[in-house]
């Protein structure tokens, strides 16, 4: 369904076009294997690990100079 540019069209036939520029570009994903899933799931965990460790050792070494500061 081609349309001509400045061509109106209804609302139905808004609704196709979306649909088919949907499923054209879904078909157009590289959609990841399990393994790879697998993978980035473990490098996703470890990440945030350690960030949370970063995070808590700056918390603490601000909490200990804190203590220091004020007595």
């Known amino acids: ?7 109106r069209v209804g609302f139905f036939g ?3 076009k979306l649909y088919r520029g949907v499923i ?3 078909k157009k994903v590289h959609w990841p ?3 790879e899933i697998a ?10 690990f350690l960030v ?7 918390d603490t070494v601000v909490s200990f100079i804190m203590k ?4």
């Open 1 to 7: 369904m081609s349309v001509a540019k400045g061509e």
């Open 14 to 16: 808004g609704i196709k």
């Open 24 to 26: 054209g570009e879904l």
């Open 33 to 35: 294997t399990k393994k």
């Open 39 to 48: 993978a980035y799931t473990v490098v996703v965990i470890f990440a945030v």
């Open 52 to 58: 949370g460790m970063g995070i808590w050792i700056i």
């Open 68 to 71: 220091i500061l004020i007595g």
